[in-house]
């Protein structure tokens, strides 16, 4: 499948499915939070394939909430609740016409998750939440179930539209975890 994706940069997308490979050779399923129209599903999912790892993707398929203070930015004027908005059934159908897997799919905001509708067990964590609290949110449901040896991806950090995600990392801290995390 070719590069195209209008939320992650080619170099990122390039970073991410690198990390998504060594995350083959781990114990555990993949997550994604914040799937849009799935573009970066896709390609994870690509990954996966021939693999036994199911991929769980989800959003709110309500486009973005609403901002809190920690997400104010100049910069960042255009994200505004409703934005990026797309539905489940797209996200589905776009794996159909790909050939691919369909993952599981869960439609809800982040703070309302728990964490049974998680794998036990994830090897590969991506994060694209854009805002404090879907980061933060995102974070508390999957640092328990991270394998040791596991890849966690939080995008948007050093992006100052959006600095709510610099702010829920730093807050969460990353040191002293037995997982990988990096930070695009």
């Known amino acids: ?24 050779n781990v114990d555990g399923d993949f997550v994604e939070f914040g799937c849009y129209k799935g573009d970066t599903s896709l ?11 199911r991929l769980w993707i989800y959003d709110s398929f309500e486009g973005l ?13 255009d994200f505004r609740a409703g934005e990026l908005y797309a539905t489940k059934r797209e996200v589905k159908e776009r794996f159909l016409r790909a050939g691919l897997a369909v993952p ?16 036990e067990r994830i090897a590969l964590a991506f994060l694209d939440g854009d805002f404090y609290e879907s980061i933060k949110d995102s974070l508390k449901l999957v640092e328990s179930k ?3 040896g596991g890849i966690l991806i939080v995008h948007d950090y050093n992006n100052a ?17 037995k997982f990988r995390i990096f930070l695009l």
């Open 104 to 119: 599981v799919i869960k439609k809800a905001w982040f703070s309302d998750l728990e964490s049974g509708d998680l794998p």
């Open 65 to 77: 909430p609403e901002k809190s203070a920690f997400d104010e930015s100049v910069l960042g004027q």
């Open 161 to 177: 539209a959006l600095p709510g995600v610099q702010r829920a990392v730093d807050e969460w801290g990353v040191s002293g975890r």
């Open 146 to 148: 991270m394998v040791d």
């Open 1 to 24: 499948m070719s590069w195209k994706n209008d939320q992650v940069t080619k170099e990122e997308t390039d970073k991410i499915i690198n990390l998504a490979k060594d995350a083959l």
């Open 43 to 53: 390609l994870i999912a690509e990954v996966l394939q021939g693999s036994s790892k």
